[in-house]
């Protein structure tokens, strides 16, 4: 089977390297070897027999990789499955804006059944963190903090997992692009903001434990 070397991308959006196809030594199978353009970028093999196959995603049959040269980007509107991942955090960043100086992570302890969320810091648990010697200190009082920015880098992580992200939502100006509030306040909301002439867009529920949440984005107003 003929399969192109270059770039590919997944059907579920990541990027691939095609280097080449190789013979199985034991079953003579081919196989197409082929590196991640992310992470660690690492090396990968599979059945040439499965790389063109026909999937389902969602309510859509696909193909398993595209070629780079048989996707148009173009044909398609918006941010979408097939978006490079630089795109995706771009969407991201640009809707989910806060503060870029501190962001938080998500912890979650299975023994006692709590979680939460806590500012990430570079400091944390080393020897100069209150925590790491068992004391208990606020991270706002704590006089070695040393919070990492909120960028695309914190994204990425996000996105593919690696990290539950936290946005401290309130700007320098006391202002704020987005809401989280309780499902059911929609329409009292929605008049309330139409009547400050604040264009809003409703977006799909969040689950948060059993509590629904709804997110709002607003336009900042000049």
């Known amino acids: 089977m003929l399969i192109k070397p270059g770039k590919y991308i997944h059907f ?7 280097i080449g196809t190789a013979t199985h030594s034991e079953t003579l199978d081919e196989v197409v070897v082929y590196r991640a353009l992310y992470g660690e970028g690492k090396t990968w093999i599979r059945p040439s027999s499965m790389w063109n196959e026909i999937v389902e995603h969602g309510d859509k049959r696909v193909k398993r ?9 173009k044909s398609i ?7 490079l991942p630089k795109e995706k955090v771009e969407l991201f960043l640009s809707l989910f804006t806060g503060r870029e100086d501190v962001f938080a992570k998500r912890w979650e302890n299975t023994k006692k059944g709590i979680s939460g969320y806590v500012p990430v810091c570079h400091n944390e648990w080393s020897p100069v963190c209150p925590k790491s010697g068992g004391g208990k200190m606020k991270c706002s009082d704590c006089t070695h903090q040393d919070f990492m920015k909120f960028d695309a880098a914190a994204v990425e992580k996000h996105l593919t997992g690696k990290m ?3 946005v401290y939502p309130m700007l320098a100006d006391e202002t704020e692009q987005y809401l989280c509030l309780p499902r059911g306040l929609e329409d009292e909301i929605n008049q309330i903001l139409k009547d400050n002439n604040v264009e809003i867009k409703w977006i799909d529920k969040t689950n948060e434990g059993r509590k629904i949440n709804r997110q709002l984005f607003r336009k900042r107003q000049s």
């Open 77 to 83: 509107e918006g941010v979408h499955n097939y978006s």
């Open 65 to 73: 990789f595209i070629h780079e040269d048989e996707f148009n980007a």
């Open 164 to 166: 539950t992200v936290g």
């Open 12 to 18: 579920k959006g990541n990027e691939y390297k095609v």
